[in-house]
């Protein structure tokens, strides 16, 4: 089939799709059917890099190569989803690099916005949307990060990051960089990320270029990964927290750019080191405001002002305890975060 020419497939292409998968052959039509109903204003290629897949991920992808220009990439040399990525771009014709997960949905018009946001910027990130792909059940459990602003989730960097489901860079700064590190197992974005503001490039936050995500839906897979991240982020913690400190008291330069220009939130984000308590849990003065007026209800008030008080702190921890069954997710994935962070 000869492509169209009117919708910037052929030429060489000015952006390159990145989308690392393994054993993605379930899900990863979607994604690319997302991508297929696309026009994008300017030359591009969708690079599918597999990490060794077992299934049938890679006999799907090629399936695909009538309707998108395609390219399979054999990225299995280096386990991980870094690693796969770098060896996309290492391959990659186009000046701009786009990053999407095999296992999300492409919103309309991505690859558009993609490209206006990369004319302007050299570093982005977009919203995360979760309701097309997560249950509510899942939703209550854990929202998607990074559906307002970018992800702020250390004091001890101080700097924003981004998910690399839904990123975008310019080839020749990725190079500059290094491209993910291989020796982070978990969190490569966060690292890239960092690493790049540190290098003098701003993460810029596109709201409307948005990555329909899917979440982790079982308990066991919750805590494993937030316990996964926050080991990681400790780790990256003690790699950068010295850079960051140091371009903090010096003179205006990468650092002060990067954070000016993000304009991010200043709050950790749920699931990277919010409290594990969660914004549902009672004050902290609930079941100890019983107590004290048990013990000290005779002095200051009436027998029935004590019980009174004692029957609303018994009701707001009932209603915490049913909040809790719904959002036991969202605290499991706490939970191995900071186990995980602190260990």
């Known amino acids: 089939m000869e492509p169209d020419l009117s919708d910037g497939v052929a030429g060489t292409p000015r952006l390159s799709v990145v989308v690392a998968c393994r054993d993605a052959e379930d899900l990863l039509g979607v994604q690319l059917a997302a991508l297929a109903r696309q026009t994008c204003p300017v030359p591009w290629e969708l690079l599918v890099c597999d990490n060794g897949s077992k299934d049938g991920t890679v006999a799907l992808a090629e399936s695909w190569a009538d309707r998108l220009p395609l390219r399979v990439i054999d990225a299995s040399a280096i386990p991980g989803a870094g690693p796969a990525r770098n060896e996309g771009v290492r391959v990659a014709q186009g000046e701009w690099i786009g990053f999407c997960d095999a296992d999300d949905e492409a919103s309309d ?200 008080k004692a029957l609303r702190g018994a009701a707001r921890l009932a209603r915490y305890f049913v909040r809790s069954r719904s959002s036991v997710g969202a605290q499991a994935w706490q939970l191995g975060w900071h186990l995980g962070h602190r260990s």
């Open 109 to 308: 018009n991505w690859l558009a916005r993609l490209c206006a946001a990369l004319e302007v910027h050299p570093f982005v990130a977009g919203r995360f949307e979760g309701e097309r792909l997560n249950s509510a059940r899942t939703l209550r459990s854990r929202a998607p990060d990074q559906q307002d602003d970018l992800q702020r989730s250390s004091p001890a960097v101080g700097l924003p990051h981004a998910g690399a489901g839904n990123l975008g860079i310019h080839r020749s700064v990725f190079l500059a960089v290094e491209g993910f590190d291989p020796s982070v197992r978990y969190l490569q974005d966060t690292d890239l990320c960092w690493r790049v503001q540190l290098a003098g490039y701003p993460l810029v936050f596109v709201p409307d270029l948005v990555m329909h995500v899917r979440l982790r839906s079982t308990l066991r897979s919750m805590y494993r990964q937030g316990r996964n991240y926050g080991a990681s982020q400790a780790l990256l913690e003690r790699r950068h927290a010295g850079a960051a400190r140091r371009l903090a008291v010096g003179s205006p330069s990468p650092l002060a750019v990067a954070a000016a220009g993000a304009g991010t939130a200043t709050g950790p984000t749920v699931g990277h080191g919010a409290d594990v308590a969660g914004p549902d849990a009672p004050d902290q003065g609930c079941d100890l405001g019983v107590q004290h007026g048990a013990e000290h209800g005779a002095e200051s008030r009436s027998w029935w002002q004590a019980g009174g």
